[in-house]
């Protein structure tokens, strides 16, 4: 084919279209309309016979302007919506934090502490069973993990529970979500 500078040209195989900024031999070196100029062997482009916007060459003036504004209208997102069994089912927050459960720790020591903590667990855990609360949420913190730990035993001996991190968004790491069944007896 004869190709002259200043011709546009559509590379083939390829997505990319370009005007012909030099030719040497075999070698056309073309010039993207982003500014790059790319050498190819004159085998591999053809002469882009309709130099028009490619837009107006697919659609009609009037389904163009459709088009664009459509595209340039605000999206609207949905709000995601609460599963019914969410909305319905408020859960119980149970704050494991000693600082929540004493006015002060003088006196005692860890074990004390511990001993206070799991009893408010196993307490509240048994309120919830018997107020027929699906969920409650265990609030024990991160630090060293001896409460999470001794908290995932407790709840390892009740049959009719399934418990799970908390959700990580809400509470962080320092939380532990119980689940209870409700139609299976209580442990004693």
């Known amino acids: 084919m004869d190709f002259k500078v200043g011709d546009s040209i559509l590379v083939i195989d390829e997505d990319l279209s370009g005007v012909i900024t030099k030719i040497k031999g075999d070698t056309i070196t073309i010039e993207t309309k982003d500014g790059f100029s790319l050498d190819f062997n004159s085998t591999e482009i053809v002469k882009n016979k309709s130099t028009k916007d490619f837009r107006s060459s697919l659609f009609s003036h009037s389904s163009l302007n459709e088009v664009i504004s459509e595209k340039e209208k605000p999206v609207r997102k949905n709000k995601p919506v609460a599963r019914v069994k969410d909305r319905y089912e408020p859960t119980m927050e149970v704050d494991l934090h000693i600082h929540q459960l004493v006015n002060s720790t003088k006196g005692m020591t860890n074990h004390d502490m511990l001993t206070l903590q799991l009893d ?35 709840f390892g001996r009740y049959n009719n529970v399934k418990f799970y991190d908390a959700n990580y968004q809400k509470y962080g790491l320092g939380a532990t979500e119980v689940y209870i069944y409700q139609n299976v007896p209580p442990n004693d």
Do not use: S
Not at 127 to 138: L, P, T
């Open 120 to 154: 408010t667990a196993k307490r509240q855990l048994d309120f919830a069973i018997q107020k027929r609360i699906q969920k409650v949420v265990f609030i024990h913190g991160v630090g060293e993990g001896v409460l999470k730990i001794e908290l995932d035993y407790l």
